[in-house]
């Protein structure tokens, strides 16, 4: 599709089904969305537990590169082109708070 080339889509192990089961039931882009919200908080909840888990030990810093979208995008950003935070944002903000 065009304007998943333009986006640069880069899908992992099975493209955008992967992500999404076929459970999942979407109805529509704001379904969609939601969806795609929740995977972003779960993966990125994930990262930055797992550099918690290791820090001091291996390393002693994080470096979050490309917070930020220049437009809008369904995932690899911590606040959206508008400047809102995204799921991802929320992940991290989870992880990092069980300090």
């Given at each position: 599709d065009a304007v998943w080339t333009y986006h640069k889509f880069l899908p992992y192990n099975g493209g955008v089904g992967a992500y999404f089961?076929?459970?999942?039931?979407?109805?529509?882009?704001?379904?969609?969305?939601?969806?795609?919200?929740?995977?972003?908080?779960?993966?990125?909840?994930?990262?930055?537990?797992g550099f918690q888990e290791r820090m001091w030990r291996r390393y002693s810093a994080v470096l979050m590169w490309k917070s930020q979208s220049p437009w809008p995008a369904l995932r690899g950003a911590l606040y959206d082109s508008y400047l809102a935070p995204t799921?991802?944002?929320?992940?991290?903000?989870?992880?990092?708070?069980?300090q």
């Open positions: 089961p076929p459970s999942a039931n979407t109805s529509g882009i704001a379904d969609y969305a939601f969806a795609a919200q929740l995977a972003q908080l779960t993966q990125y909840k994930a990262l930055f537990e799921g991802g944002y929320y992940g991290v903000r989870a992880a990092l708070s069980r």
